[in-house]
């Protein structure tokens, strides 16, 4: 083959793998391409999705990049698919979602399953764990790991499929009124911090909670709170935690948090197979565009944060062992009480593992060198 005519094949299968690389019914084995399924398209019959959201109406990134998808959905569609997006606390609460697609009250949700980890502790580890993967192997673990698989043999147990919904990439550690110069010094600290974090940090002497988005400033300012994580510079210099605390650490505990596209899975097999492709295809496209636009949104949010005289820093290394050392303990008590996260933490830790030594010579040293 002369060397144009190799270039044009390669770049026109690029094209096409790339609409739909990652959808886990295409298979793994590259020799078996030629047997997908052959849709006969017809759009299917027109359906009407209400998707209720945990965040408030136009919450930058999270909240718009949903109602993006709402909209790249039905166009796609044709509009065989008219998804209506619902704001927190419009149909249900915040937190309610999970539930209310559970039962069918609703048909869908976009939330973080880590939220509802007092359904089955195992969900946690669909949104990451700390010192756990950033958001590519994130992304290459629900793709082309086991993720997606077991995700959705865990939800099919309570009546849902879930898709990828976007990730905030590496978070920070969070915004403390005092410096933290020890692991003494975190001791009897309030602080507002979800999930496997918040267990860890109370392993070294942190008292977690979990506040409403809407309460984190006040609680602060008054001093209810000592200290507050939330996402990164794009969207904590909206809450204006820069202004009420001057010592911000780098994360440790959300090195790629993972959303969640959450269908009730009685209305999703009723779907036609077009229709339930076009789902996959465009929660693919609102996983990557949400990734790169945290990515430029706390490039911008770090310039507001170093112009307001913040000291931005690393944990010490000693709270930092400490914390490594206590993730795994928590990891092997939650093993020994459920099944379903030892399974899943297994299989999540050892993919961890196998792309560790990649990440550190592929990205690390050439962020290293840079």
């Given amino acids: 083959m002369k060397r144009r005519d190799f270039i044009k094949t390669t770049i026109a299968g690029a094209t096409i793998a790339s609409g739909v690389i990652g959808c886990r019914e295409l298979p793994k084995d590259p020799k078996a391409s030629h047997q997908k399924k052959t849709f006969h398209y017809n759009r299917g019959k027109k359906v009407k999705i209400k998707l209720a959201t945990s965040w408030p109406a136009n919450f930058p990134i999270m909240g ?106 590496v978070q920070m550690g969070g915004w403390f009124k005092k410096e933290i110069k020890s692991l003494a010094d975190l001791k009897g600290l309030k602080m507002r911090i979800p999930g496997l974090g918040g267990e860890v940090f109370a392993k070294l002497g942190v008292k977690p909670t979990l506040l409403p988005a809407g309460e984190i400033y006040v609680a602060l300012e008054r001093n209810v709170l000592d200290a507050t994580e939330w996402l990164g510079p794009s969207l904590d210099t909206k809450m204006g935690f820069h202004k009420v605390a001057k010592y911000y650490y780098t994360g440790w505990h959300e090195p790629g948090s993972s959303l969640s596209l959450v269908f009730n899975k009685r209305k999703y097999d009723k779907l036609a197979d077009e229709q339930k492709l076009m789902i996959e295809m465009a929660s693919q496209e609102l996983n990557a565009t949400m990734t790169s636009q945290f990515q430029l949104e706390n490039a911008k949010g770090l310039k507001i944060v170093k112009e307001n005289n913040v000291k931005i820093a690393q944990l010490p290394k000693d709270v930092l062992s ?33 792309n560790k030594p990649w990440t550190d010579i592929g990205l690390k040293d050439y962020l290293d060198v840079r």
């Fill in 322 to 354: 400490a914390a490594k050392k206590a993730m795994l303990e928590v990891a092997q008590e939650k093993s020994d009480k459920s099944a379903d996260f030892k399974r899943i933490w297994e299989n999540a830790y050892a993919f961890l593992e196998l």
């Fill in 64 to 169: 718009t990049g949903i109602e993006r998808f709402a909209t790249r959905l039905t166009q796609v569609s044709g509009g065989s698919i008219e998804v209506k997006v619902f704001p927190k606390n419009v149909l249900v609460p915040a937190l309610g979602v999970f539930d209310a697609t559970s039962a069918g009250a609703i048909d869908a949700y976009h939330s973080a399953s880590y939220y509802y980890k007092g359904k089955n502790e195992a969900f946690n580890l669909f949104t990451g764990f700390p010192f756990g993967m950033i958001s590519s192997e994130m992304n290459a673990w629900f793709d082309w790991g086991d993720g997606m698989k077991l995700w959705r043999e865990l939800y099919a147990k309570y009546n849902l499929v879930p898709f990828k919904g976007g990730n905030t990439d």
